[in-house]
């Protein structure tokens, strides 16, 4: 068996591109930001997202679409809740920390050959 690494770094990097937009995101939505720089910031989000998009693009010539949107999705879930646990001091019941568990899991068989 053969694990598509090439495939796990696309997502992970699409995950911290997503990481960067939802945190500024939450920020943004509790009022962690002042007006103006709140604003700015949005732009900041707008923009890492275009840049996302590309690097999806460019994952395409190595994955198919199916495999890379649930590797990314799952990554991107995995890093964002554990910024919402460091960062924003979110809490989990065991049931959902097992959830994330399952989903790394998840990223794990989706790629192997």
Known sequence: M???WLTIAFGIIL???D????S???AKAIGLFSKYI???MLGFAFSV?????YIFYR???YEKLAIMNLVWDLSSDIIVTLIGIIIFTEKLSLIKIGGVGLSMISILLLNIN
């Open 19 to 22: 990481s960067i937009s939802l």
């Open 59 to 61: 994952s395409m010539f």
């Open 15 to 17: 995950a911290i591109f």
């Open 38 to 40: 709140g604003y700015m």
């Open 24 to 26: 500024i995101f939450k």
């Open 49 to 53: 997202s275009f840049i996302q998009a």
């Open 2 to 4: 053969k694990v598509a």
